[in-house]
T-cell receptor, first 113, second 118 residues
Framework: AQSVTQLDSHVSVSEGTPVLLRCNYS??????LFWYVQHPNKGLQLLLK??????LVKGINGFEAEFKKSETSFHLTKPSAHMSDAAEYFC???????????FGKGTRLSVIA | GAVVSQHPSWVICKSGTSVKIECRSL??????MFWYRQFPKQSLMLMAT?????????EQGVEKDKFLINHASLTLSTLTVTSAHPEDSSFYIC??????????????FGEGSRLTVL
């Protein structure tokens, strides 16, 4: 069965320090992988996506993620956290066509001044 | 870029009434739309897949008579919560998959609709 695991439910970092949000997926096929961000009472905004092109994907707001097939991982990183990055982050996997996305449980990022 | 509009963004209703939430793809066509429900501090739970011109496919445990889904056109899907009760209070989010053009295959999310049933 397809699944995606976000290893940390909550991550707290100081402003200006690096961010690492971890995500692992299980799959027998080549998936498409996404990271979405959700601010309180808002919809989801796409940060970046991997669709079998370059394994290092750059997204918006300085975020990037690296697809590592050997580790079945797609961790999200940012060199320097900003207060506005505080939000809920979802790692998401899609397998084909019109199949719905599979969401991770989310990681809440807190940024301390 | 492609935009998905949900309306209303928030609604408060009395127990026993029905509430309709609209999901529109504003500048692209979407033969498939998805409806999700999100409880506080939790991830999104897929409720149903809405296909234009045909019946929606509901996930296990989701009552199709409770959550009526209509996808009458390539740009509009509606979710009606019938005879709403307090336990139906939640954040409902739709998403639409673009079928043609530059963004074909991409999934776009609405801003969500917060339902509070008193």
């Amino acid at each position: 069965a397809q699944s995606v695991t976000q290893l940390d439910s909550h991550v707290s970092v100081s402003e200006g320090t690096p961010v690492l949000l971890r995500c692992n997926y299980s799959s027998s096929y080549s998936p498409s992988l996404f990271w979405y961000v959700q601010h309180p009472n808002k919809g989801l905004q796409l940060l970046l996506k991997y669709t079998s092109a370059a394994t290092l994907v750059k997204g918006i707001n300085g975020f990037e993620a690296e697809f590592k097939k050997s580790e079945t991982s797609f961790h999200l990183t940012k060199p320097s956290a900003h207060m506005s990055d505080a939000a809920e982050y979802f790692c998401v996997v899609s397998y084909s066509g019109n199949t719905p996305l599979v969401f991770g449980k989310g990681t809440r990022l807190s940024v301390i001044a | 870029g492609a935009v998905v509009s949900q309306h209303p963004s928030w609604v408060i209703c009395k127990s026993g009434t029905s509430v309709k939430i609209e999901c529109r793809s504003l500048d692209f066509q979407a033969t498939t739309m998805f409806w999700y429900r999100q409880f506080p501090k939790q991830s999104l739970m897929l409720m149903a897949t809405s296909n234009e011109g045909s019946k929606a496919t509901y996930e296990q445990g989701v009552e199709k008579d409770k959550f009526l889904i209509n996808h009458a056109s390539l740009t509009l899907s509606t979710l009606t919560v019938t005879s709403a009760h307090p336990e139906d209070s939640s954040f409902y989010i739709c998403s639409a998959r673009a079928t043609v053009g530059r963004t074909s295959g991409e999934l776009f999310f609405g801003e969500g609709s917060r339902l509070t049933v008193l």
